[in-house]
């Protein structure tokens, strides 16, 4: 089956780091890959979809300059949280398709917290 | 209205028993319908995809998808203690984006 794969899995780091989540998917490629953030006991939110090749489009209330994602090749998205603070910390999860109807696969996520 | 709307539960079953689990959508245009398991602290893992109206088996599940009635729903037989998780219905529409109810907790009583 298809596979994504997510690092780092965990980041702890002060107030003020940005940090760089990686997004792969390892047997297919993407030409879109999907970032979603999840708070605890709530579900997931879309945070933006990434187009290989071109830019981002993010949903209404998320800060572009705030989460930079990058999709330079069929297989690779990252998003980078710049100047991470303690409201950022949360569970950052990517998600790929092969295409057409496809499902989406998940990668494990990223759980980040911000001291 | 909430796009893709789900029972939060939790739902209790003993272990062995049927667990129904349902999800109602409200984009009559949706198309593809999708069941996903996500585990206490770890990312949603895909179940069961259904496109096209009827029942959709695959070895204890099966996913039943109604169009007319906007709903779906996921059946689990012979539920095991190891299926307690959040079950989080998804709906991709028109926009090409997946819509994601708030997901039913699912607890199997051994």
């Known amino acids: 089956g298809a596979v994504v794969s997510q690092h780092p899995s965990r980041v702890i780091c002060k107030s003020g780091t940005s940090v760089k989540i990686e997004c792969r998917s390892l047997?297919?490629?993407?030409?879109?890959m999907f970032w979603y953030r999840q708070f605890p006991k709530q579900s997931l939110m879309l945070m933006a979809t990434?187009?290989?090749?071109?830019?981002?489009?993010?949903e209404q209330g998320v800060e572009k300059d705030k989460f930079l994602i990058n999709h330079a090749s069929l297989t690779l998205s990252t998003l980078t949280v710049t100047s991470a603070h303690p409201e950022d910390s949360s569970f950052y999860i990517c998600?790929?398709?092969?295409?057409?109807?496809?499902?989406?696969?998940f990668g494990d996520g990223t759980r980040l917290s911000i001291l | 209205q909430k796009e893709v709307e789900q029972n939060s539960g939790p739902l209790s079953v003993p272990e062995g028993a049927i667990a129904s689990l349902n999800c109602t959508y409200s984009?009559?245009?949706?198309?593809?319908f999708f069941w996903y398991r996500q585990y206490s602290g770890k990312s949603p893992e895909l179940i069961m995809s259904?496109?096209?109206?009827g029942d959709k088996e695959d070895g204890r599940f099966t996913a039943q998808l109604n169009k007319a009635s906007q709903y779906v729903s996921l059946l689990i037989r012979d539920s095991q203690p190891s299926d307690s998780a959040t079950y989080l219905c998804?709906?991709?529409?028109?926009?090409?984006?997946?819509?994601f109810g708030t997901g039913t907790l699912l607890a199997v009583q051994p």
């Open positions: 259904i496109y096209s109206n």
């Open positions: 998600s790929a398709r092969p295409g057409g109807d496809q499902p989406q696969h």
């Open positions: 990434s187009n290989e090749g071109s830019k981002a489009t993010y």
């Open positions: 998804a709906v991709r529409g028109a926009t090409n984006k997946l819509i």
């Open positions: 047997d297919f490629q993407a030409t879109t």
């Open positions: 984009d009559r245009g949706s198309q593809s």
